[in-house]
């Protein structure tokens, strides 16, 4: 059986439970507190971070290498579109939203609301919170400007970047800092990505002291 | 004409710059002072980041998004193994030294040293610099382990990785922060990877003000 250690907020864990879902590939997944770098943990993973995904009997690390294997090695149904240039731009998004976005918005509002609670580091910072709320509005706007001239975010088919730009709004989602009356544009995407299958075990998360708020798992919100 | 747009000392850059070189690709440099966000620049790249290369009628940002293309468009020589559990480590590596080795050395030494100065962001704090000093240990550590048992980092041909590791290693070297005695495997491989003719531009960068130590360049350090 397949295995993915992960925490459910975490948007590089989310992104790979949507690529496992979508390609319908079981999975269990094992709450893994890797703040606490317990020895079993380490031995997986030496850079003490999650998701790690046991799978084909290897244990693998690094969300982006994680995902890229998967497709090639279960390419039904493709999260990868067929020319270089199409692949480019699916990467430069995920390395957009993993790195850029991240930084200036996940790690501000998410990192700072949950996960300082979490693993006992305190208070929020607002100063972060108060630049990641400014910066997810950029972000917001440069998604809907994608999604004015493409289908999805990086072309007329849905890939790996709609999946990972996904995770990261959906765990923001979660603690209700997205606006989605901002961009007609990517409310629309949201709601269709929201509605897969593969988004069902993601809507379906709780964490202790942190309930959702109702619209995070309506389809019509 | 290719034209890459650079600092000479980010190790975004010279990943690509290396890539580039092995596969004998020509390429006009020219450096961006990237965080002055001059109009044009952010035109070219709304990250507002570098590398930005201008190729095949594209304007590409994303450095891991460019060595992919690169690799897929110029498969020869090539830079990724054929098999996927192979590429895996490549890019689990890759992403080990792009994300933690970047997070907890690379800007903790280069960007305190050289980049805060360069753009007139003031003095080094003392307590990054002592951080990065003592984590860049562990890092060489690991590296010499994945050594002794492979020829090179993610298997026994050379890869992205290698490049990946070498450009951040190379450009803490030009400001004399790794010590090549720590261990014999780093510095072997070092050696091996410093002689191909890929390396030689690397080698030449002077940066004003910061004039590299007497081994940056030399093939026997």
Redesign the interface.
Known sequence: MNRLYHVPLSPFCRKVRLVLGEKRIEVELVEERYWERAPDFLRRN??A?VPVLRM?G?T???S???C??IE??HPDPRLMPAS??E???V??L???FD??FHSEVTSKLLYERVNKKVSGQGYPDSRNVKAGAQAIKYHLD?MGWLLDQRRWLAGDTMTLADFTAAAHLSSLDYISDVDWNRNANVKDWYAKIKSRPAFRSILADQVPGFPPPAHYANLDF
Chains 1, 2 share one sequence.
Request: zero cysteines; charged letters at 45%; a neutral charge.
């Open positions: 030496p850079a971070k084909d290897r693998m690390a690094e982006h290498a994680i890229e294997y090639e090695v270089a240039g692949r480019y731009e990467r430069r995920t390395g957009w790195d850029k440069y």
